[in-house]
């Protein structure tokens, strides 16, 4: 290891009390000096984090990539992941700090305890989840009821049967407006105030040839 002498960390020290005033309390900010490896935190912000105290050794992954430092790669390391004695997983972002001549003297490492974000993702995840499309009771007219009007649910039923999005009800033969009745019923579409008499009227039928069509299709069952 190179021989490190006296650096002046003034400026950092105020840099780590800055940073600390920026960020809440699920970010920490330790400042390193390579002066001696195990005496090496020279101030600390939100400590509490991961128990780190001035006066501690330098971290094991600094320790790691010292040696790659002061070589043609960035003096930084960005969201990187680390654990603290108690196994909690931080998020941590770590700048070594050169000299004018590219040697690394000390190293200014950022940590975000982001368990809290993971818990509130979790909880969104949970609220915005919807049932399962193919397992849900009566899903299909469930849902398009709640985005469609009646007439556009008996327009789309009209679409499936004839395979034409533009067909004009009056030119259904009856066995045609007997099958969208049959898919109405299937999607418990008439179980709805006012359903027969809005079919019959999409339909161009009357109310007693649409209940006609339910009776038979009822008896089939």
Do not use: W
Request: proline letters at 4%; a neutral charge; glycine letters at 4%.
């Amino acid at each position: 290891m190179i021989a490190i002498s006296e650096f002046d960390f003034s400026s950092y020290i105020h840099l780590v009390n800055f940073l600390g005033g920026c960020f809440d309390t699920q970010t920490e900010i330790i400042l390193y000096s390579l002066d001696n490896i195990d005496n090496s935190i020279i101030a600390v912000h939100n400590g509490h984090i991961s128990g780190k105290t001035i006066g501690d050794p330098l971290s094991g992954f600094a320790i790691a990539k010292l040696k790659d430092k002061g070589n043609d790669s960035p003096p930084y390391y960005l969201n990187q992941m680390s654990l603290t004695k108690d196994r909690l997983a931080l998020r941590s972002n770590s700048f070594f700090i050169l000299d004018k001549s590219g040697n690394p003297r000390g190293m200014l490492t950022i940590n975000t305890d982001v368990s809290k974000f993971q818990k509130a993702a979790e909880l969104l995840r949970d609220l915005a989840r919807l049932p399962d499309y193919e397992s849900a009771e009566n899903a299909p007219f469930d849902i398009e009821r709640l985005q469609s009007t009646p007439k556009e649910i008996i327009l789309k039923f009209i679409s499936e049967v004839t395979h034409n999005t533009s067909v004009d009800a009056n030119r259904l033969t009856p066995k045609e407006k007997q099958e969208v009745v049959s898919l109405l019923n299937r999607e418990n579409f008439f179980l709805m105030k006012g359903a027969v008499s809005q079919t019959a009227a999409v339909l161009e039928s009357s109310e007693a040839t649409i209940y006609r069509y339910l009776s038979k299709i009822n008896k089939k069952k």
